[in-house]
């Protein structure tokens, strides 16, 4: 393996018991581009051509208060496919707020469980005390890769291939773009939202392929909301108003304390060029949706598909670390227990039908990206390890059939969100492979894998090994080429 190590940036994280700054959410703050690696299984398939890009949180400085991972700074790291080599880098998103603790030599913004006034600076986003730092989401748009935050942060470029920095999206509104930006392949559009503490609390926008906004509208909701996901169909955007979101009095005193309401969840469906006030709202049942897979249109209905949350507000964990319990619930899909789900909108009466896809505990879907808001057959789930935000296996479904298939790693061992990359010349929907990082305990050591999406209960077509141990973190994204920049 050849490795070109860039300089390292300054850290002043000190050694905890954290359990999310421990084992395979260590943080990483090496940054590398390494060729010739090695192949541990079976052979890299020559029928694909594209990047894997993955987000994850890597904390830098020692936290000012108690640190939640999703406090840590962004960082991507890419394979890169090629017809005749494979390639790895990874490098920090150069956000505002990183450049600037850098400076400082240490952390200037709290944390999302830290009190009011723990920021030695003003913040950003929806909650305006925390840190933009990037490390939720990554996609590609126009050719360019951009990397986003949950709560509403600035839109980050970067070359999907070099990783070099290219600054902040210039169509980024004032109020900045939430993560799960969704690409129409079809039409090479970019549709966004945003959400403030501010009326009307949600914005929605359409970017076209040349890095224009197109269409940008105000939301209008009751009052501040904590939105998570958007999906699209070929012709409609659906936006929603879910009963989880912050104590209305507790907010009055800065406190960003989340609750569930005594309310229906609700689902705001508009023209994808549409108008705020074009907006048709269909209640549904209580819950909270962390990500929604795809939507499309069938007759007069809209079909949605995501995961339902049966309880959004767990109890605390009871064997957390002190002052950990909180989090280590929410971040434990088998406390909130997070199922495959469908959802149907009909657009002649206004009533909603929906119904459970699946029992097991699942999250983090992909789907083959040219199906985005048409009709399509294969889900691609994770499964998770109860009791922490640690990825275990996948399981494929055929919504159509209801079937299903499974693959499990190992003990210890621990996976990233798997996008489909399409083989060259693919026909069929699931044609292609699995693309997914693996961290094993054990060993203390990461590894790229791919499943033939066909088969993944066959296990890895290929295990592909990395120069150094990366950390868990959210999501992942697969582009093919050509990347056209317009």
Known sequence: MKIKKLPLIRTTLRTSDHPYLNGAWTPLHEEVTACDLPVLEGKVPTDIDGVYLRNTENQIHQPLGRYHPFDGDGMIHQ??????????????V?????????????????????????????????????????????????????????????????????????????????DGVSAHAKVDPHTDELMFFNYSKHAPYMHYGVVNRHGKVTSFTPIELPGPRLPHDL???AHYSIVNDLPAFWDEELLKRSIHAVRMHDMPSRFGILPRHGKGEEVRWFEAKPTYVLHFLN????????????????????????????????????????????????????????????????????EFGTINQQMTGRPYRYVYSSRAKPGWFL????????????????????????????????????????????VSFVTDEKKGTSECILLDAKHIEDGPVCRIGLPHKICSGTHAHWASRPFVRT
């Open 94 to 174: 150069r956000t505002r707020c990183l450049q600037a603790e850098q400076d400082a030599n240490g952390s200037l913004w709290g944390g999302l469980m830290d009190p009011p006034g723990t920021s030695r600076r003003p913040g950003f986003g929806a909650h305006g005390s925390l840190k933009d730092s990037s490390s939720t989401d990554i996609c590609v748009h126009g050719g360019v890769a951009l990397s986003t935050f949950y709560q509403c942060g600035e839109a980050y470029c970067m070359d999907p291939e070099t990783l070099d920095p290219l600054g902040v999206a210039a169509w980024a509104p004032l």
């Open 79 to 92: 394979m890169d496919f090629r017809p005749d080599h494979v390639s790895y880098r990874n490098r920090f």
């Open 295 to 362: 939507a499309y249109e069938a007759g007069h209905e809209i079909i949605m598909d995501g995961y339902f949350q049966e309880n959004p507000k767990p109890p605390p964990y009871e064997h957390a670390p002190a002052g950990y319990g909180h989090m280590m619930a929410h971040l434990d899909e088998y406390s909130f227990r997070s199922q495959l789900h469908r959802w149907r909108f009909d657009m002649r009466t206004g009533k909603t039908r929906e119904e459970p896809l699946d029992d097991r505990v699942l």
């Open 231 to 233: 999906a699209v169909s």
């Open 391 to 434: 990825m275990t296996g996948f399981v494929k479904h055929d919504v159509v059939t209801g079937r299903s298939w499974e693959f499990n790693l190992g003990d210890q061992q621990y996976a990233s969100e798997a996008p489909f990359a399409p083989r060259i010349g693919a026909t069929d929907e699931d044609d292609g492979y699995l």
